[in-house]
């Protein structure tokens, strides 16, 4: 395939002698549209009347729709044997933009990123116009990942005027030649220590935030995936994982966008690990860090978290009126309903994740902010809870949801309880685990009749009060019953 070439009005003479572009598409204000080249065939000359602007003010002849759709119908119809010319006034927005969206439509879904990278590599100066790179998203159904991937290139050099540049060397290549592939290993350490259920998070140099223990999966030194984890943990933490089971592959676009020169893409594998606190942790760079911290709406032990209503509710009642049309609004309303369990609906504790991703979709978390959405709130208070790099944030959201759930057909909860407990000490787990506090008689019964546990005819020695039983796991109910889980006595209103 040939090249997109991009240059301003000013270049455009020299570049039709010199390139001898078989096509050309002209973005200039109606004022200033230019003819068709003398010799250049008018049948491949495509003139689009557009101002380059994005806050429209009367009198202005916006991009649109209609523009995008003209420039898709006129390049694809393009054979791409010889160059296509596209230009503007300075070379830098309408052009850019168009560009780009010749690129993502010839290279088809997912790659986004990749032609971005590309502007930004090819023109410092770039600065794609982004009402036309909205109108390509729309069209295109790229879901904001065009929108996202511009925004994450920045804005230009500023110049006067562009230069000539092609898009890409030696023509239009596939997305898989221009990227590598890291698969990074990510794991949420969960346990969970007087009443607090804990992650483990570490401190990288130079990231102030906040981050799950990660590092890349090498095929030459890891046997496995779950080995590389294991290794990378290890290192970082100086714990050795118990149990572990493999969440999810998080390989979005833009969930781990590489400095400039890297190329890589990053697909990360997350892992749930549960273990037992035992002592301070020896790695200086690592620490216990309440998950509540994190996701402060989900803990319903005390009482519904005043954030909800006082700040998600509110906020979300806007994102639903923020909505394109009616379908979208009433799509966004009910998923707000059945997440936060307004209207009067059951609060479901293993929505972690549905709820996390609304609220980022909402621009209600420090995320979506760094990601390059619009913020809903002028300043996000801090009740919104801790941010994490990358997307650590939505992998400790599965992991929770995950362990919400499981622990109610797997005995999964006794991987962070000491060898012997009293049936409170278990019952309080549970509750900090499901972020929603249990009738002590019905949980105690659940226990007994479930033949979860087992009495060791020992005793607690409490400082206060009456010695509590000593309890411990009973194993053999692996044996003797498909799903042993720790059933739920109650559910938190919402």
Not at 246 to 261: E, I, K, M, N, S
Request: proline content about 7%; aromatic content about 8%; charged content about 25%.
């Amino acid at each position: 395939m040939s090249k997109i070439l991009v240059t301003p009005l000013s270049a455009v003479p020299e570049v039709i002698r010199t390139h001898r572009p078989s096509h050309l598409v002209t973005l200039l204000s109606p004022e200033h549209m230019i003819e068709t080249p003398a010799g250049f065939p008018a049948e491949r000359h495509l003139r689009l009347g557009v101002n380059d602007v994005v806050d429209v003010e009367a009198g202005d002849h916006p991009p649109a729709r209609q523009h995008i759709e003209a420039l898709l119908a006129f390049t694809r119809a393009w054979p791409a044997e010889d160059p296509i010319l596209v230009h503007c006034w300075a070379g830098i927005s309408r052009s850019m933009a168009s560009a780009y969206t010749i690129l993502c439509d010839r290279l088809g879904p997912g790659s986004e990123i990749a032609a971005a990278r590309a502007i930004r590599d090819r023109a410092a100066h770039a600065y794609p116009n982004a009402l036309l790179v909205q109108h390509a998203d729309d069209l295109l159904g790229r879901q904001g990942r065009m929108v996202d991937a511009i925004r994450s290139i920045g804005a230009g050099k500023m110049v006067a005027e562009g230069e000539l540049v092609e898009f890409p060397p030696g023509g239009i290549v596939s997305a898989q030649t221009e990227l590598v592939v890291s698969i990074g290993l990510s794991a949420a350490i969960v346990s969970v220590a007087d009443e607090r259920p804990c992650v483990l998070t570490v401190h990288h140099p130079g990231g102030g935030e906040d981050a799950l223990p990660f590092g890349p999966f090498d095929p030459l030194n890891h046997r496995t995936l779950e080995s590389g984890l294991r290794k990378w943990v290890g290192e970082q933490t100086l714990l050795d994982l118990g149990y572990a089971e493999q969440l999810y592959t998080f390989g979005d676009r833009g969930r781990h966008v590489p400095a400039q020169g890297e190329g890589a893409r990053v697909v990360s594998v997350g892992y749930l690990a549960l273990t037992r606190q035992a002592g301070a942790l020896q790695a200086p760079d690592a620490a216990w860090s309440d998950w509540y911290r994190y996701f402060p709406w989900e803990d319903f032990r005390d009482a519904r978290p005043a954030v909800i209503d006082r700040v998600i509710a509110p906020a979300l009642r806007q994102f639903v009126k923020a909505a394109a049309n009616s379908e979208i609004a009433e799509l966004r309303r009910e998923r707000a309903r059945l997440c936060f369990g307004f209207e009067g609906l059951a609060w479901d504790e293993e929505k972690v994740l549905e709820r996390y991703e609304l609220l980022y979709e909402a621009g209600l978390v420090q995320e979506a902010v760094r990601d390059g959405r619009k913020p809903s709130l002028a300043k996000l208070p801090p009740t919104l809870g801790t941010g994490m790099t990358f997307d650590h944030r939505r992998i400790l959201a599965t992991a929770i949801a995950r362990l919400r759930g499981k622990m109610k057909y797997r005995p999964v909860v006794f991987e962070v309880m000491p060898p012997a407990f009293t049936l409170l000490e278990l019952q309080r787990t549970v509750e900090a685990i499901s972020g929603i506090r249990l009738h002590k008689q019905n949980f105690r019964r659940l226990m007994e009749d479930q033949g979860l546990v087992e009495g060791t005819g020992k005793f607690s020695t409490q400082a206060r009060g009456r010695p509590a039983e000593l309890f411990r796991f009973r194993r053999e109910v692996l044996r003797e019953r498909p799903a042993p889980g720790v059933r739920m006595v109650t559910r938190a209103r919402g």
